[in-house]
């Protein structure tokens, strides 16, 4: 039973940092990818970071380059991202995504269909 566990959600000021974390335990399939979304209310769930697992690159969207960094402990399934410079439109419920099934391109990797498991998510608020 795959199971993966975020923290590190709260509430920030503009300008303020966070670290979220995920941790993945439980399978025995090979890790592809690992991935961040976030879904804001009333929004579709939307990509923010990746790292693909073979050669570690890591994939951001616009909105998010330069300011969020995304990490990992391959050793103990692990990923980290750093948001910095946080702003009220980065208010949502952050997801963990882990993708057991494809060898992911640089579109695919992108893409929500592609992850098989998820988190339970986990709220950050940047308000003042």
């Known amino acids: 039973q795959v199971q993966l566990v975020e923290s590190g959600g709260g509430f920030v000021q503009p300008g303020g940092s966070l670290r979220l974390a995920c941790i993945a335990s439980g399978g025995t399939s090979p890790t592809y990818s690992m991935a961040w979304f976030r879904q804001a209310p009333g929004k579709e769930r939307e990509f923010v970071a990746a790292?693909?697992?073979?050669?570690?690159?890591?994939f951001y969207t616009d909105s998010t380059k330069g300011r969020f960094s995304m990490s990992r402990d391959r050793a103990k399934n692990t990923v980290w991202l750093d948001l910095n410079s946080l702003k009220p439109e980065d208010t949502a419920v952050y997801y963990c995504?882990?993708?057991?099934?494809?060898?992911?391109?640089?579109?695919?990797?992108?893409?929500?269909?592609?992850?098989?498991?998820w988190g339970q998510g986990t709220q950050v608020t940047v308000s003042s």
């Open positions: 995504g882990l993708n057991t099934r494809l060898r992911p391109i640089q579109t695919t990797i992108k893409q929500r269909q592609t992850y098989d498991y």
């Open positions: 790292i693909r697992w073979a050669d570690n690159n890591k």
